[in-house]
């Protein structure tokens, strides 16, 4: 089908975004990284998913979300009325920390304007922060436990945090918890979303 001039538009601007990533030296990730991980997706997307930061195999692909955790994100994403190269897929820093250690502040403060231009370029429905970090990103106030798979406006934003698919890998209860949730975002996507 013939693209709408938004979705050219959003694809020009997400492409030199990445651009911007790639040659990136604001922060120390830049001499450790492999690949820059900017994010991947339909330009469009009604659904975002937003990361902690690439692991190690995003850091050989630069591609978001491919690993062992990615592969369960892929799970729950095929229990959507939609496709993975449909949503937007992203992290709050976009190179790996050294042996998955969690980003330190330094390094979100410089690497979140990506995401904030991304998020306005954009412009999903619905942000789905995976895990406590990135919920902590968008909403600090909220636990990642209690917020699981439920709605919440922050500013002019709809987000449905959900627990991160690595601790769903560790823990069956938060397994449940994940499929809940996106039990509840699926349903939230159909009924239209309300807050
Ligand atoms: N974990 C994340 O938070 N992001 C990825 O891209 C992969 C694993």
């Not at 089908?1 to 990730?29: D, G, M």
């Not at 939609?82 to 790996?96: G, L, S, T």
């Not at 990135?134 to 600090?140: D, E, I, K, N, R």
């Amino acid at each position: 089908a013939e693209k709408s001039e938004r979705e050219t538009s959003a694809a020009e601007k997400l492409i030199s975004i990445a651009a911007e990533v790639a040659s990136c030296h604001k922060c120390p990730l830049a001499r450790t990284r492999t690949n820059t991980v900017p994010g991947e997706g339909s330009p469009t997307a009604e659904i975002m998913f937003v990361g902690e930061g690439p692991g190690r195999d995003e850091d050989e692909s630069g591609r978001p979300f491919v690993g062992r955790a990615g592969k369960l994100l892929d799970e729950l994403i095929a229990s959507l009325p939609m496709r993975r190269e449909d949503v937007y897929i992203a992290n709050i820093v976009k190179c790996r920390p050294p042996n998955n250690r969690d980003p330190e502040r330094a390094e979100v403060d410089q690497c979140s304007n990506y995401l904030t231009q991304q998020i306005e370029i954009i412009d999903p429905l619905v942000i789905v922060p995976l895990g406590r970090h990135a919920l902590g990103w968008f909403m600090p106030e909220l636990r990642i436990t209690q917020s699981n798979g439920k709605i919440f406006r922050n500013g002019n934003r709809v987000l449905m945090p959900l627990l991160h698919p690595s601790s769903g890998l560790r823990n069956p209860e938060h397994m449940r918890m994940l499929r809940d949730g996106i039990h509840n975002l699926g349903d939230a996507i159909l009924e239209g979303i309300r807050v």
